[in-house]
């Protein structure tokens, strides 16, 4: 896949312990963003932070399941992530979306070697 120019970045900030059908929402974001041929998808793991509800989420030391801010960062043409979000409207039942133009320098898959 080629991806260069204008495009779109989906950032999606939800709590870790969402679940969507016993497993983490941001899992099945990802795997459905895949699925649907999507450039990438990203998930990443706060250490704090509140959303609407003004509730502190934070990570506690020698806890391995925390209520901590994750989020999911996608990037590819607007008309692709317009249509995924159908998908996202299913999935997120509280949280944050947005939506930003971004302009993409390098998109390239590396070696492993």
Known sequence: MRLEGEAERLTIF??????????PVYAEIVQRARKAGLAGASVFRGLEGFGASSHMHQLHALSLTEDVPVVIVIVDEPDRIEAFMPQIDELVGHGLVLREPVRVITYRAGSKG
């Open 14 to 23: 939800i709590e870790e312990t969402d679940q969507h059908r016993h497993q």
